[in-house]
């Protein structure tokens, strides 16, 4: 199995443009989930969805940020204009919703986002 | 509502030593718990979970914790450190009734000494 496939793994902007991360979740699980990560914030979840529903998106933290799934396999987070502030290693994270692992959390390799 | 506290941001021991990493859950519901290492540069992954099967739950490269409800707790152990296992260390909390939404503590940075 491929595992959660994000990209891109690294991103560098300016302040004010627009940014797309991308989430390939593992085939079959039905949740999936964006975190982001920083050192004065630690890991927040900012939005997750079941079977392509967004259930919570409390934790996105302004009107800039949105997110999107529109099938099963692919999922993105857009970042509209971008700050530096936004600086972040930006998780998805699947989860089964079925089986031995059906609550365990699967996380993708991240994707590293600068804004200068 | 649930939250997770980890007691203590580092944790350093010396290579051979005891690793004790603590963790305090709150839950209003029959929890389920989890640890996630997550290495440099890395996303997490599971180390192990309790899911009420049985209150000492055994994981991957030697670790284990156990949940003892009338304390809260579901503190992470290993009995001798290796270096590998310099990390940081996440506990985590879910429930069904939160949709399999997971909420993770601030995280512990385990450091090990030659």
């Known amino acids: 199995d491929a595992g959660v496939i994000q990209s891109p793994r690294h991103e560098v902007t300016e302040m004010g443009q627009e940014v797309t991360l991308r989430c390939k979740p593992i085939?079959?699980?039905?949740?999936l989930f964006w975190y982001r990560q920083t050192m004065m914030r630690g890991l927040e979840l900012l939005i997750y969805f079941n079977n392509n529903v967004p259930i919570d998106d409390s934790g996105m933290p302004e009107d800039r940020f949105s997110a999107k799934m529109p099938n099963a396999s692919f999922s993105t987070l857009k970042i509209q204009p971008s700050e530096p502030r936004d600086s972040a290693v930006y998780f998805c994270?699947?989860?089964?919703?079925?089986?031995?692992?059906?609550?365990?959390?699967?996380f993708g390799p991240g994707t590293r986002l600068t804004v200068l | 509502a649930q939250s997770v506290t980890q007691l203590g941001s580092h944790v350093s021991v010396s290579e051979g030593a005891l690793v004790l990493l603590r963790c305090n859950y709150s839950?209003?519901?029959?929890?389920?718990l989890f640890w996630y290492v997550q290495y440099p540069n890395q996303g997490l992954q599971l180390l192990l979970k309790y899911t009420s099967a049985a209150t000492l739950v055994k994981g991957i490269n030697g670790f284990e914790a156990e949940f003892k409800k009338s304390e809260t707790s579901f503190h992470l152990t290993k009995p001798s450190a290796h270096m590998s296992d310099a990390a940081e260390y996440f506990c985590a909390v879910s429930d069904e009734a939160g949709g399999f939404k997971t909420i993770f503590g601030a995280g512990t940075r385990l450091f090990v000494k030659a």
């Open positions: 994270a699947s989860t089964p919703g079925e089986g031995r692992s059906y609550n365990e959390q699967f």
């Open positions: 085939s079959g699980h039905n949740s």
């Open positions: 839950s209003s519901v029959p929890p389920y």
